[in-house]
């Protein structure tokens, strides 16, 4: 079965400097990964993808994301961190399944904190 | 476009009482999903739906029955709510199974005592 698994339940920063909320991946075959972000009382709003192609991928509100094929890796990062940036990130891989449809293995998610 | 939309916000239920979560889009996507988050364990799926008149188990389906009343809803039945389904409930569509994105509602927060 294939996984995420997000090392740090919290990360902080201070404002205006970069960011990285790590996520490293087991799968079988080509992974699609995704990032997601939930702001407080709010559902998941998707980041980014990686699906093939290019190792940065780019994404909403300044986000970009590094596929590392070597190190099974997917880390979020952004060079310059805002307050606003504070919320909880999830990193996701799909999956297909024996019925022939996909199913999205979530991590545990990590709480970013930006600190003014 | 309000997206997707859930109801109720919140609810608190007492052991063994029965409900049902609503889930409704306007983004005439033709999947829909159910998944409840837990502290510490991300998201996991309940149910899903690919069409209209389908509908399949995820991870977590035990306990939970649904319905896709139409394209547009995809609603959560709790027959006899028990404490361990004190959860954050999400509903979330998209415009088909092997879509990339998926859209989320807001949640219900659901306390069961």
């Known amino acids: 079965a294939q996984s995420v698994a997000q090392p740090e339940d919290q990360v902080n920063v201070a404002e205006g400097n970069p960011l990285t909320v790590k996520c490293t991946y087991s799968?079988?075959?080509?992974?699609?990964l995704f990032w997601y972000v939930q702001y407080p009382n709010r559902g998941l709003q998707f980041l980014l993808k990686?699906?093939?192609?290019?190792?940065l991928v780019k994404g909403s509100y300044g986000f970009e994301a590094e596929f590392n094929k070597s190190q099974t890796s997917f880390h979020l990062k952004k060079p310059s961190a805002l307050v606003s940036d504070s919320a909880l990130y999830f990193c996701?891989?799909?999956?297909?399944?024996?019925?022939?449809?996909?199913?999205?293995?979530f991590g545990t998610g990590t709480r970013l904190k930006v600190l003014a | 476009n309000a997206g997707v939309t859930q109801t109720p916000k919140f609810q608190v239920l007492k052991t063994g009482q029965s409900m049902t979560l609503q889930c409704a889009q306007d983004?005439?996507?033709?999947?829909m999903y159910w998944y409840r988050q837990d502290p510490g364990m991300g998201l996991r799926l309940i149910y899903y739906?690919?069409?209209?008149?389908?509908?399949d188990k995820g991870e977590v389906p035990n306990g939970y029955n649904v319905s896709r009343l139409n394209k547009r809803e995809f609603s959560l039945r709790l027959e006899s709510a028990a404490p361990s389904q004190t959860s954050v409930y999400f509903c979330?569509?998209?415009?088909?199974?092997?879509?990339?994105?998926?859209?989320f509602g807001p949640g219900t927060r659901l306390t069961v005592t």
């Open positions: 979330a569509s998209s415009e088909n199974l092997s879509s990339y994105e998926q859209y």
């Open positions: 799968v079988s075959g080509n992974p699609y």
């Open positions: 990686y699906i093939t192609g290019d190792n």
């Open positions: 996701a891989v799909r999956e297909a399944t024996t019925s022939g449809t996909y199913k999205y293995i």
């Open positions: 983004m005439n996507h033709n999947s």
């Open positions: 739906s690919a069409s209209e008149g389908t509908t």
